[in-house]
């Protein structure tokens, strides 16, 4: 007998479009972790990370309190995280695919080389119709 | 004795109703993490391509038996290339590729050229080459390079050495083009 948990939400088919040599992006073995890194190589280039998320678990589920932490203004680097908060996952469903855009910003000319983190999390937790 | 087991009792049981509202709460919750990286890396840099099938070449150009008739250097940024012209009026056109090896879209300037001897006109392309815009990565071309022995020029000599080469008189100039360029702006 396979034991469905009440709640579980796991990262699913992520992926950097057109990924570019030096790129990688991957998932922690229990999938509720995504990393990636992205090249940049000129003002105004953008890259898209896409991922979908999958209710394994037996309820239904909502995603809130997605609390970013973004690169500073002057790293000339911007983030748009996807529009998750109160999304709604059915048991044993998969969401559509959500896009995260990391700019260097095409205003910052003079932004230093180097290196940028940023993160992000997202809290789910059982959803009860009103 | 009664009493003090019944107190224990009902620490147990607080500690037990803790701990199921814990993993119940752990059960009914959970976290989403997502953790990136940005490398800012730009690299510019153009060359000359000199790899089969658009290594450059002289159009008309003699069978000198030397392979550097047309030499890309080692660099990549400097074409340097000698024609050989019987008699004035005639021209030779040396066609060429360029390869942006860099990460960032680069723009041409203006060749920066090695001397041209009297007598000789030299169109360097800058009509199209200057301000031209090559994607990183992209390969772009052919492009040319026409050298004209005046009809009107006096002294041969002026071009250059004066060799045989299979019985026939050429008059040999050595010239050279050298890429300049900056990053396009978006």
């Known amino acids: 007998m396979v034991f469905t948990p009440p709640l579980n939400l796991e990262l699913t088919n992520p992926a950097v479009k057109a990924i570019r040599p030096g790129e990688s992006i991957d998932l922690d073995p229990d999938r509720k972790t995504m990393g990636f890194t992205v090249l940049l190589v000129e003002p105004g280039d953008q890259r898209v990370i896409t991922f979908q998320i999958r209710n394994t678990g037996s309820n239904p589920a909502l995603l809130q309190n997605l609390s970013p932490k973004n690169p500073d203004s002057s790293s000339g680097v911007s983030v748009q995280w996807p529009t998750m908060n109160n999304v709604v996952l059915d048991a044993a469903s998969t969401s559509p695919e959500f896009t995260v855009l990391v700019m260097w910003e095409p205003s910052a000319i003079g932004a230093p080389e180097g290196v940028v983190n940023f993160s992000a999390a997202i809290q789910y937790t059982q959803y009860s119709p009103p | ?186």
Not at chain 2, 48 to 55: A, R, S
Not at chain 2, 101 to 122: I, K, Q, R, W, Y
């Open chain 2, 1 to 186: 004795m009664a009493t003090r087991r019944k107190n224990l009792y009902i620490v147990f049981g607080v500690l037990a109703v803790f701990l199921l509202s814990a993993i119940v709460y752990a059960a009914l919750t959970g976290l989403l993490t997502f953790n990136g990286t940005a490398l800012l890396n730009a690299s510019l840099r153009v060359e000359f391509v000199n790899d089969p099938p658009t290594t450059p070449t002289i159009e008309g150009g003699v069978d000198t038996g030397n392979d550097e008739e047309v030499e890309v250097s080692a660099s990549g940024q400097t074409l340097s290339f000698t024609v050989y012209l019987e008699e004035p009026g005639e021209s030779k056109e040396v066609t060429f590729h360029l390869e942006n090896m860099g990460t960032a879209d680069a723009e041409l300037t203006n060749f920066s050229s090695g001397p041209v001897p009297d007598g000789l006109t030299v169109d360097w392309g800058d009509d199209i080459l200057d301000g031209l815009v090559i994607d990183a990565g992209a390969t772009d071309g052919p492009y040319s390079i026409t050298v004209e022995w005046d009809i009107d020029a006096i002294d041969p000599a002026d071009i250059g050495a004066l060799e045989t080469r299979n019985g026939t008189d050429y008059y040999v100039a050595a010239l050279s083009a050298t890429l300049n360029y900056i990053q396009a702006t978006p």
